[in-house]
Every structure is written in structure tokens, then in C-alpha cells.
């Protein structure tokens, strides 16, 4: 069965400072995805990042970074330098072919405040 | 990036009548859309499976004459919300892949619905 964990359900931090927030995933398939998204007080969620189980390399766009971590099986994702409009919720999520059709099965978010 | 249109973005309706969630992709093909709820301060839960052509699959727990789905074409899914009642207040958010890649699912803006 597949699951996402993410244990921080609310985090503040002082804007400017770096903040890293935690993914952990289960799954039995070998081939599966990782995925993050933001989720701003608008509501929509906005895709941010999706790596694949083969690629472990970590990705750095801008303030943000993502580890990716098989052999814990977790997938990082910090932001540097924090701003104000990085407030929001934060999803992390799976896509695992024992799952035909394909489905994301999110984790609960981490609610994330940068405090001016 | 690819484009789902979802709509309305907020209906209210009155308890006992019935309410309409439209989901379009718009530039690309999905033979899978997913429908997701979401309440207050909580994770994403996923509804169902949204099958063109065929019935859709629902996640355990939910129930399928009150959630009614519908996916005609290769571009529209429709989640109708029978007999509606101030429990079933939520956000609701849908979700589709391109057909043929397993790439990151791209997500409608959201509806906001509230039963009075």
C-alpha cells in the first residue's frame, strides 16, 4: 500500500531563514513518483517538482531544493532565504504503478508561515 | 504548462438540490481525471477515479449515488453532488493526467461549495 508521511504539520519561521520540510513515503513498487505542490490561501494547488524512483540527483530551482532519498525514503524539500509568499500549505506526494490507474496520494501538508 | 479549467470556483446551494462540478482539460487529452476533497485545514482525499468511457472507481467509503461521475469525453469530467447537505460543504478539486504519461497530475482551481 502506498502512504506519504509528513510528520510537521505547522512550521513558522522568520523570513530570511531556511526551512526544510520533511517527506517520508511508502510503497512496494520499485518504479513510482514523487511529487510536491503548493497549496496558497487561494486554494489551487501549484505543481512544483516530480522525480522519478530512478533519479536520485537532487534538484535545486531557485530558493528551492529538494533531496531525495531512497535508501530512507524520504524526499526533502527546502526553501533558502525564505519569503512572506512562501506561506502556505505544502503537499507531498506518490504515484506508484501498483496503482493502475495512476492515482497521487497526497500527505496531510505541512502549513508553513514566514513571518515578516 | 498543461491547463485543467474547473467550474464554478464557489456555489452555494440549498440542502436536498443537487450541484454540478465541471473539470476540463483544456489543452491536452486525460482518459484519467481524479477527484479530490478537501476540508478545512486538511489533506486532499481522494473520491474517485474518473474512467472516459466507463464507470468511474471510488475510493472505499465514499458513496457513489451521492458522488456521481461522469466522463464523456477526453476533455471533460463532471462531479455531481446529489441531494446535497450541509455535510458535504467542502472543497472539492480535480485533478488529470495527459493520456499516455506518467507525469505530474495538473489540477483545476477548485470548487468551493456550500450547502445552506
Known amino acids: 500500500a502506498q502512504k506519504v508521511t509528513q510528520a510537521q504539520t505547522e512550521i513558522s519561521v522568520v523570513e530570511k531563514e531556511d526551512v526544510t520540510l520533511d517527506c517520508v513515503y511508502e510503497t512496494r513498487d520499485t518504479t513510482y513518483y514523487l511529487f510536491w505542490y503548493k497549496q496558497p490561501p487561494s486554494g489551487e494547488l501549484v505543481f512544483l517538482i516530480r522525480r522519478n524512483s530512478f533519479d536520485e540527483q537532487n534538484e535545486i530551482s531557485g530558493r528551492y531544493s529538494w533531496n531525495f532519498q531512497k535508501s530512507t525514503s524520504s524526499f526533502n524539500f527546502t526553501i533558502t532565504a525564505s519569503q512572506v509568499v512562501d506561506s502556505a500549505v505544502y503537499f507531498c506526494?506518490?504515484?506508484?504503478?501498483?496503482?493502475?490507474?495512476?492515482?497521487?496520494?497526497f500527505g496531510k501538508g505541512t502549513r508553513l508561515h514566514i513571518l515578516p | 504548462g498543461a491547463v485543467v479549467s474547473q467550474h464554478p470556483s464557489r456555489v452555494i446551494c440549498k440542502s436536498g438540490t443537487s450541484v454540478k462540478i465541471e473539470c476540463r482539460s483544456l489543452?491536452?487529452?486525460?482518459?484519467?481525471m481524479f477527484w479530490y476533497r478537501q476540508f478545512p485545514k486538511k489533506s486532499l482525499m481522494l473520491m474517485a477515479t474518473?474512467?472516459?468511457?466507463?464507470?468511474?472507481?471510488?475510493e472505499q467509503g465514499v458513496e457513489k449515488d451521492k458522488f456521481l461521475i461522469n466522463h464523456a469525453s477526453l476533455t471533460l469530467s463532471t462531479l455531481t453532488v446529489t441531494s446535497a447537505h450541509p455535510e458535504d460543504s467542502s472543497f472539492y478539486i480535480c485533478?488529470?493526467?495527459?493520456?499516455?504519461?506518467?507525469?505530474?497530475?495538473?489540477f483545476g482551481q477548485g470548487t468551493r461549495l456550500t450547502v445552506v
Open positions: 506526494a506518490l504515484s506508484a504503478l501498483e496503482n493502475r490507474d495512476d492515482k497521487i496520494i
Open positions: 474518473s474512467n472516459e468511457g466507463s464507470k468511474a472507481t471510488y
Open positions: 489543452d491536452f487529452q486525460a482518459t484519467t
Open positions: 485533478s488529470a493526467r495527459e493520456v499516455g504519461r506518467n507525469t505530474e497530475a495538473f
